[in-house]
């Protein structure tokens, strides 16, 4: 049981290129999130999925596209990447389909560290 | 939307002390409220976690306390040891249908002194 898996581990872009940043879930989760981090700003969510095919927006969610065609993947993609999307980057999953309890536990990836120059 | 403040930023203790970290939060149909502690170059990673249906909740060295009223909750570690080093960040959901989602805090880097 792998939890939450990211690829990949680091990546330098130059300004312009495109790429994606693959999440894997072997819980199988309902919910997947991506979430940005950068320094004294804690963690702040790009853009999640209730379910395979759904996605919505989150709170900073410009210059970013996801897709979920399998339960397990949630896929970030940045079609012409800016330096300000240098960041470290973490997708997380929760909620089993079960019982709804009040909150749901999120489970991180290690994260995918990004360098756009 | 939700707007969650975490204090102090830095804190710096020696081992044996306890640590308090301080979280409030905005949105009042916020009913569920973790702790995740992140080492460097790894993802966060649950501690602990409170539902408003209780008011404190605590695990080994660990306990949360939620004050629903005035809308803040916090973490205190006691007899800290040099391997607490690490960020700690709070997060409150939104409430009712809100698949999940969560709020973070800005996060507090714990220090640990021998």
């Known amino acids: 049981n792998a939890g939450v898996t990211q690829t990949p581990k680091f990546r330098v872009l130059k300004t312009g290129q495109s790429m994606t940043l693959l999440c894997a879930q072997d819980?199988?989760?309902?919910?997947m999130y991506w979430y940005r981090q950068d320094p004294g700003m804690g963690l702040r969510l790009i853009h999640y999925s209730v379910g395979e095919g759904t996605t919505a927006k989150g709170e900073v969610p410009d210059g970013y596209n996801v897709s979920r065609l399998k339960k397990q993947n949630f896929l970030l993609g940045l079609e012409s990447a800016a330096p300000s999307q240098t960041s470290v980057y973490f997708c997380?999953?929760?909620?089993?389909?079960?019982?709804?309890?009040?909150?749901?536990?999120?489970?991180f990836g290690p994260g995918t560290r990004l360098l756009v120059l | 939307g939700e707007n969650v403040e975490q204090h102090p930023s830095t804190l710096s203790v020696q081992e044996g002390d306890s640590a308090v970290i301080k979280c409030t939060y905005s949105d009042s149909a916020s009913n569920y409220f973790p702790w995740y502690k992140q080492e460097l170059g790894k993802g966060p990673q649950l501690i602990i976690d409170?539902?408003?249906?209780?008011g404190e909740k605590k695990d080994q060295r660990i306990a949360v306390t939620l004050n629903k009223t005035a809308k803040h909750f916090s973490l205190h570690i006691t007899e800290t040891q040099p391997e607490d080093s690490a960020v700690y960040f709070c997060?409150?959901?939104?409430?009712?249908?809100?698949?999940?989602?969560?709020?973070f805090g800005q996060g507090t880097i714990l220090t640990v002194h021998p």
């Open positions: 819980m199988n989760h309902e919910y």
């Open positions: 997060a409150a959901d939104a409430g009712g249908t809100s698949y999940g989602k969560l709020t």
């Open positions: 409170i539902r408003s249906n209780v």
């Open positions: 997380a999953s929760s909620y089993e389909g079960r019982t709804i309890l009040l909150g749901e536990t999120q489970y």
